[in-house]
């Protein structure tokens, strides 16, 4: 738990969708990261690359969480982007991870990863 918030660090590989869906299916969704401090909690509890809810799936360059749909504009301008991140690399990058660093990357949807889920504490 961290801030008002439980979290989920799951270690089966699964695409963007596939692993938004399973968050979904928890009651939760994938991570939204909001602060520094938040992104070093999660930071600190990975080892590989791992989802977040963050695309840009509806419009090139304007990411957006899934959670609520605001945009990383909407949120207060917080990003760690790695650097020359995000690139859309081959045209087909639209789903963010978080690093081991505590840096964001854009990557192609479909590839498998571990992801984290976020809810609301009760």
Same mark, same amino acid.
């Given at each position: 738990?961290?801030?008002?918030? =439980?979290?989920? !660090?799951?270690?089966?590989?699964?695409?963007?969708?596939?692993?938004?869906?399973? =968050?979904?299916?928890?009651?939760?969704?994938?991570?939204?990261? +909001?602060?520094?401090?938040?992104?070093? !909690?999660?930071?600190?509890? +990975?080892?590989?690359? $791992?989802? &977040?809810?963050? *695309?840009?799936?509806? &419009?090139?360059?304007? !990411?957006?969480? %899934? /959670?609520? *749909?605001?945009? &990383?504009?909407?949120?207060?301008?917080?990003?760690?982007?790695? %650097? @020359?991140?995000? #690139?859309?690399? #081959?045209?087909?990058?639209? =789903?963010? /991870?978080?690093?081991?660093?505590?840096?964001?990357?854009?990557?192609?949807?479909? $590839? @498998?990863? $571990? !992801? +984290? =889920?976020?809810?609301?504490?009760?």
């Amino acid at each position: 738990m961290f801030n008002g918030s =439980c979290y989920s !660090f799951r270690k089966d590989m699964k695409d963007w969708e596939s692993a938004r869906e399973y =968050c979904k299916s928890l009651g939760s969704e994938l991570v939204k990261i +909001t602060s520094n401090a938040e992104n070093e !909690f999660i930071r600190n509890q +990975t080892v590989i690359d $791992y989802w &977040i809810g963050l *695309n840009d799936k509806d &419009i090139e360059g304007r !990411f957006k969480w %899934s /959670v609520d *749909n605001s945009s &990383i504009q909407d949120n207060g301008n917080y990003s760690r982007w790695a %650097s @020359g991140q995000p #690139d859309n690399d #081959d045209g087909i990058q639209d =789903c963010g /991870v978080i690093y081991s660093t505590g840096t964001w990357d854009d990557r192609n949807c479909i $590839y @498998g990863h $571990y !992801f +984290t =889920c976020e809810k609301p504490a009760s």
